[in-house]
């Protein structure tokens, strides 16, 4: 299923001006990385181009989007540098976006974090 990132950003319009519930916008959000009585485990997301990582999109594999950006407020991930995230163990989908010479770029990958351990995607630039 091919996923649109603009959805999320649409759902949460339209949640924010009716000041909903965001449950029927839940895939569209991404889903929750922690799950209540869960095991979970870390998802590392290590930046390996040559440009700034500026957001981190992470949905469970069963959202219809990849969701919101998960990297805090303010935060970016310059060459180098890789950040943690707690999530419940399951499939996850990761979108990484950063600038390029020529505009904005995303790699994406579909990824398996099992309770207790840690799962790294690296985002190459590609």
């Known amino acids: 299923m091919k996923r649109n990132p603009w959805r999320s950003v ?7 001006a009716t000041l909903g519930s965001v449950g029927g916008c ?3 959000l991404g889903g929750e990385l922690i799950r209540p009585g869960e095991a979970t485990g870390t998802l590392r997301i290590i930046n ?9 999109l992470i949905s469970e594999c069963r959202a219809s989007s990849y969701g919101l950006n998960r990297l805090p407020e303010g935060t970016v991930l310059r ?7 707690t999530v419940s163990g399951g499939c996850y ?6 600038g390029t010479a020529t505009g ?6 579909r990824l ?3 309770a207790g351990g840690m799962t790294s995607f690296t985002a190459n630039g590609r």
């Not at 649409?10 to 924010?16: D, I, N, P």
């Not at 989908?93 to 950063?98: E, P, S, T």
């Not at 904005?104 to 990958?109: D, E, S």
């Open 79 to 85: 060459p180098g540098q890789a950040w943690n995230v």
């Open 112 to 114: 398996s974090v099992a």
């Open 48 to 56: 390996g181009s040559g440009t700034t990582v500026t957001s981190v």
């Open 10 to 16: 649409f759902c949460l319009m339209v949640v924010t």
């Open 26 to 28: 839940y895939g569209a």
């Open 104 to 109: 904005y770029a995303a790699a994406t990958q």
């Open 93 to 98: 989908d990761v979108m990484v976006g950063y």
